[in-house]
């Protein structure tokens, strides 16, 4: 296997007209493919308004069932353009359970499975708790034609173990597709800067490549509106930044050398110094 490839991030603001929004990420992901990307990403429910914003049961109807009939497009794109495809969407399970979830498609537009959020934020504007229930899929990596990835969810990229988890399986680049803006309650602060650092911290502590995409633009809510900052990046396994978006939508690339995670793996030995008999206690919701 070519131990280099190329991936896109794609960067999108959302309109409420969700046809639209499937074929602006078609449209970029055909665009990304012709520029070299073999492996590409979405953002998080990225043919979606950010329905977290309200509580609203309406919007459980954005939900579908996955695979389905949105995400098989990409499944389609992927065979016609040898391309991998990670494609997150709300996910309908039956009534009252519903996900936030990412389905992978390889290269040959084979399924690979799905990845189900596990951890879901509840606080102002980031009304989750509402629409998803907690993931149960685990923590999968995908095995596919151009290496071996992982994809968390948006919160799922705040937690050291859930990078821990994937790169003790073998993965060589997590994706987190995410939809991260304004703090309603904190309006002068942005989160952009710790963002950034906590994920490219856990590719330096797992040696693995991280690509974190996210939406853009300003999104009206029924009481008020958020506006996404983008600043989607990748970086490589020495948390180096290796390419960042701006605030407007936009296409990311970068060129990943896969051989660079065991380079890094063997430099700073982080998983073989690991103390798992001393552990116990992170087990525990609270330590007393």
């Not at 459980?60 to 065979?79: C, H, M, Q, V």
């Not at 996404?228 to 605030?247: Q, W």
Request: glycine share 8%; proline share 5%; with cysteine.
């Amino acid at each position: 296997m070519n131990t280099n490839v190329s991936i896109a991030l794609i960067q999108s603001a959302c309109v409420e007209n969700v046809e639209q929004n499937i074929k602006n990420a078609l449209n970029k992901t055909r665009e990304a493919a012709q520029n070299g990307a073999k492996i590409v990403c979405l953002q998080e429910l990225f043919n979606t308004l950010y329905i977290g914003q309200d509580v609203d049961v309406a919007y459980y109807d954005y939900a579908e069932i996955l695979p389905g009939a949105t995400s098989d497009r990409f499944g389609a794109l992927s065979k016609e353009l040898g391309i991998v495809t990670i494609v997150p969407m709300y996910e309908y399970v039956q009534p009252g359970i519903y996900f936030n979830s990412v389905v992978v498609y390889d290269a040959d537009g084979t399924y690979l499975g799905k990845y189900r959020k596990n951890h879901i934020p509840d606080g102002p504007q980031y009304l989750e708790k509402y629409y998803f229930t907690p993931g149960n899929t685990g923590y999968p990596i995908f095995k596919t034609k151009f290496g071996k990835i992982a994809v968390g969810i948006c919160w799922d990229e705040w937690f050291p173990e859930v990078a821990r988890i994937f790169a003790l399986q073998g993965a060589q680049i997590i994706f987190y597709p995410s939809a991260i803006g304004s703090e309603p309650d904190r309006p002068e602060l942005s989160t952009a800067s710790a963002w950034e650092k906590v994920i490219s911290a856990h590719g330096i502590c797992n040696s693995v490549y991280i690509a974190a995409v996210n939406r853009v633009g300003t999104e009206q809510g029924k009481s008020s509106d958020m506006t996404f900052y983008g600043a989607s990046f990748v970086s490589n396994p020495l948390g180096e930044i290796m390419t960042k978006g701006g605030d407007a939508e936009e296409i990311i690339y970068a060129n990943i050398d896969l051989d660079f995670c065991k380079e890094a793996a063997d430099l700073l030995q982080f998983h073989r110094d690991r103390r798992v008999d001393t552990y116990k206690p992170i087990l525990k919701m609270v330590i007393e």
